[in-house]
């Protein structure tokens, strides 16, 4: 059975600082690796995608690696800013393109 | 979220009374999920769907059934209702088993 991990639970820093949220797996036959954010009270939003064949993907301030072989993949956020407060989550893709996910990191940045 | 859509977005129901679940796409996506999110579990599979009336079970179905007669519709029914099945419900599309849509959530209670 696949499990997903995310460490840390929790996080706090001050505006501007560069962070690095982490994702691990029990299972490396995947599919692809996805990194969602979610809002207090509201629904998923993708961030990035990464296939199971590529090490990583790119959206703006956003860079998502994968290591499948070893199980882990980062998030990295540049330049934090109070907007990127929310909680993030690892979801992996196995049989029948169903999403294990992690229970989340729950980022503050603070002014 | 723009193309799917999940009602009711809040219910208080009592223990043993059936509730339904409704989520409907405007995509035409084939794929169709319903997680449930629980603290400290983060989201789990509860059935899916992979065309009409091709459903399967997920992690946590005991308890769920679910129907799908047209390709835009996805219900999830609780047969009797627990206390332990109160939680936040969503719904999530996907056209090919990458890319997701999530819905914005139902929260239940179960009294």
């Known amino acids: 059975k696949q499990e997903v991990t995310q460490i840390p639970a929790a996080l706090s820093v001050p505006e501007g600082e560069n962070l690095v949220l982490n994702c691990s797996f029990t299972?490396?036959?995947?599919?692809?690796l996805q990194w969602f954010r979610q809002d207090p009270g509201k629904g998923l939003t993708s961030l990035l995608l990464?296939?199971?064949?590529?090490r990583e993907q790119t959206s703006g301030r956003l860079n998502a690696s994968l290591d499948k072989s070893s199980g882990r993949s980062t998030l990295y956020i540049a330049a934090s800013q109070p907007g990127d407060s929310a909680t993030y989550l690892c979801?992996?893709?196995?049989?029948?393109?169903?999403?294990?996910f992690g229970t989340g990191t729950r980022l503050q940045v603070t002014l | 979220d723009a193309g799917i859509t999940q009602s009711p977005r809040h219910k208080v129901t009592e223990t043993g009374t059936p509730v339904t679940l409704r989520c409907h796409q405007t995509?035409?996506?084939?794929?169709m999920y319903w997680y449930r999110q629980d603290p400290g579990h983060g989201l789990r599979l509860i059935h899916y769907?992979?065309?009409?009336?091709?459903?399967d079970k997920g992690e946590v179905s005991d308890g769920y059934s679910v129907s799908r007669s047209k390709t835009e519709d996805f219900l999830l029914t609780l047969e009797s209702a627990t206390s332990s099945q109160t939680s936040v419900y969503f719904c999530?599309?996907?056209?090919?088993?990458?890319?997701?849509?999530f819905g914005s959530g139902t929260r239940l209670t179960v009294v």
């Open positions: 999530a599309i996907s056209e090919d088993g990458y890319g997701y849509t």
């Open positions: 299972d490396s036959a995947i599919y692809n």
């Open positions: 990464i296939q199971s064949s590529q």
């Open positions: 979801a992996v893709s196995g049989t029948a393109s169903k999403l294990t």
């Open positions: 995509e035409n996506h084939r794929y």
């Open positions: 769907s992979y065309g009409v009336k091709d459903t």
